[in-house]
Every structure is written in C-alpha cells, then in structure tokens.
C-alpha cells in the first residue's frame, strides 16, 4: 500500500473527467439541438453544412426575386390591357368614321377622342413603372446599335435574333408610286443581306419609317429611318448604304433584357425582354396634329372615311403587336413560377440534408445523457472511495 500516489484515485479521477466532458457535450447538444456545435465536433460535416446553409439562404433571396418577376409580369400585362381596351375602342370608332352616314363634323368629334385615346396609350406607356423603374419604354428591350455615319436606329428586334454584327450590303427605299394609304408611301426598291449573318431567304418591308427583316423561327429586326428619310429632302431613291461601299452593320449585342437571379450561384438568371411600346411600333402615328397650346402630336387618323379604314388595318395590326408582346410575357410568367416551384423543391430537399447533419436526435441524445449522468455518479462514488484507501494504512501503525 502508498500514500505518496494514490493510483487508484488518480484513475477514478481521469474517468470522472471524461465522463464529465461527455455529460457536458450531451447537455450542450440537448439545449441546443445541434449535433455539431463547433468545429472539433466534426469538422468535415461542418463545413459541408456551411455551404449548405449559404445555398439555403441565397435560394430563399432567388425565391424572392423570382415572385418580383412575376410581379413585374403582372404590371407590365395589366398595363397592357388596359391598351388592348383602348384599341379595341378605337377600331369602333374607326369602324363608324368609315360609315358613309357620317358627317364631317361627325367625324371631327370621333377624331377629338381616338386623339385622347393615343395619347392616353403614350401615358401609359411611358409612366408604368415598377420600384421606380419603367417597363413599356423600352428599357428592358434588346439593344442594338448601327455602326457607321448613317443615323439609322436599331428600333427592335426578337429573342431569336443572335447576338452578333448583321451586314446590310445593299438598302434602297423609294416613293411608292402607287400607295394604297400613308402607311405605303414608300417601299424597299432593293436589299441584299450579308450570307450568313441573315436567316436564309429573310426579307425586308418597309411602313411610316420603320424597316422590318424577317427570317424564320422568330427572326425580325426593326430599323428606325426617320432620320434618314427626314434628312432626303424629298429626294427618293435613298441609297441607304451607298451601294455597297458602305454597308450598313447593325450590332444585335443581345444585352438590355431584365435581369432576374433564379438561383443560389452565378450565372443562374432569367433574361426578361420588354419590347418598347409606342404608337410608331403599332403604326398608329399616321396623323400629326396640334393641340390648343401649339404643341405637336401623332395620332391615328380617322378623319375621313378614306382614313378611318385604313386605321380599322393599323389597329388590327397593333392589337396583334401588343397580344404577341403579352402572351410572352405570360410565358415568362408561367415560367418563372415553375422556377419558384422548383426552388420551393430544392430548398425542401436541402433544408432535410442539411438538418441531418446538424440537427440531433433528441431521443437518442437523451438516452446518452442518461448513462452519461449515471457514469459521472458512479466515477463520483468511486473516486471518493479511492480517496479513502490511504487511511487504512494507519491501522499498521497501531
């Protein structure tokens, strides 16, 4: 028997630590819920769990920016409903403005409110907003640019069109001869589209400034010649491209469309496209007019029976323009709320992995806290009792 190192002490006490550092684990673990609560715990699970985490967090922002998009989707078709009310309206008085049964004076009053109503549309157009930001002014349309002298704008063009340069060797525009209305007073006299930068077989057509190429499987691009007309002086034809010496080059940069970030990472995103809504894209700027202060605007022009039906065309045309611009955006809509189901789904389905690596199980935990209670008590009773054997060593003494 020693009394210098009581063996038996030091080991019931070692086991007594131990047994205290797993209770205290164990009461961590209960009054947190946590499996892992710091990084000795288990490092690799902790790490996987962080990335998890951050996933999670960023597919919640993505949720929310996807539900904005739809948002966005609905101002922007509500707006343009309203339009379509308005259009609607005007092909009725379009439609009585061509009845022979009216008088000039008659129609100078029908006149007066399809002039309020295309204002009304330009309102709309360019005061829709969402957070502050306009939706039907071009803003989230595709952006183009023409190189060169020549001041020609890119006015639009579709989803299908690649981003890339389109070369335009050859445009000549000429009066039309034989016009069937303001909308027909010129005409493309000649075009040759670069091979292999066009669709095959594209065309070009001109009506009130606006030259339109069209290809298959979408395909259009609109230029704004205004300028170019403007600036003819009434001399036709116009070589637009001086015969090839200088061709016209429009750059399709496929940038400008709305942004929306779908997901947790780069590169996840939606690109919304907003085509600009106007009365010169819906052709119903034929008729420029003054208003009691002087000042200058474009109308449609119902003021003969010659003109009203000819409107009756241009608005058929633009309710067509402005159902094609809506039932995209539906489609955009209907897509960015399958990306949020799918989101809701990934969100679900990360949120239970990274609850099994994080999470404890509390009945399980329970049972260990239990023997690790009893172990403790035991090592408490033990090391006591070891505390003790140096005492009999003075009954040798005696």
């Not at 086991?15 to 947190?32: G, T």
């Not at 389905?349 to 009893?374: F, G, K, L």
């Amino acid at each position: 028997m020693r009394i210098n190192y009581n063996v038996s002490a030091m080991l019931a006490n070692n086991k007594l630590a131990n047994n205290d550092n797993l209770l205290s684990k164990s009461l961590e673990r209960l009054s947190s819920g946590l499996k892992i609560n710091s990084a000795k715990d288990n490092p690799a699970g902790l790490a996987m769990a962080k990335r998890m985490n951050v996933q999670l967090e960023s597919l919640e922002v993505a949720n929310q920016s996807a539900g904005d998009g739809v948002s966005i989707m609905e101002t922007a078709d509500g707006a343009m409903a309203e339009i379509t009310e308005m259009l609607q309206r005007m092909n009725e008085l379009a439609v009585k403005s061509a009845n022979g049964t009216y008088s000039e004076n008659d129609r100078s009053v029908i006149q007066d409110e399809v002039k309020q109503l295309t204002e009304e549309i330009t309102r709309v157009t360019e005061t829709t907003e969402f957070n502050g930001q306009k939706l039907l002014n071009g803003q989230f349309a595709l952006k183009g640019y023409v190189k060169g002298n020549l001041d020609v704008k890119v006015s639009s063009y579709s989803s299908e069109v690649t981003a890339k340069l389109y070369t335009i060797d050859e445009l000549i525009i000429e009066e039309n001869p034989l016009p069937k209305d303001d909308s027909d007073r010129y005409r493309v006299k000649s075009v040759e589209l670069k091979d292999g930068d066009f669709p095959k077989g594209a065309t070009a057509s001109i009506r009130d400034n606006l030259v339109t190429i069209q290809g298959v499987n979408g395909f259009k691009m609109t230029l704004d010649l205004s300028k170019v007309i403007e600036d003819a002086n009434g001399t036709f034809p116009i070589d637009v491209t001086n015969a090839k010496a200088d061709p016209l080059v429009v750059d399709a940069t496929g940038i400008g469309a709305m942004v929306v970030q779908v997901g947790a990472n780069e590169g996840q995103i939606m690109e919304i496209d907003i085509p600009k809504i106007s009365l010169s894209e819906m052709g119903l700027n034929n008729f420029y007019v003054k208003d009691d202060n002087g000042q200058g605007v474009w109308t449609l022009d119902v003021s003969t029976e010659k003109t009203a039906t000819e409107a009756i065309e241009r608005i058929e045309g633009a309710l067509q323009f402005v159902s094609g611009i809506r039932g995209r955006l539906g489609a955009y809509q209907n897509r960015l709320e399958s990306t949020i189901n799918g989101l809701d789904n990934t969100s679900e389905n990360m949120t239970a992995a990274y609850s099994r690596i994080m999470d404890v199980d509390m009945a399980e935990e329970m049972t260990n806290y239990t023997t690790y209670q009893v172990m403790t008590q035991a090592a408490t009773s033990m090391l006591a009792q070891a505390n003790e054997r140096p005492s009999q060593v003075l009954q040798l003494l005696q």
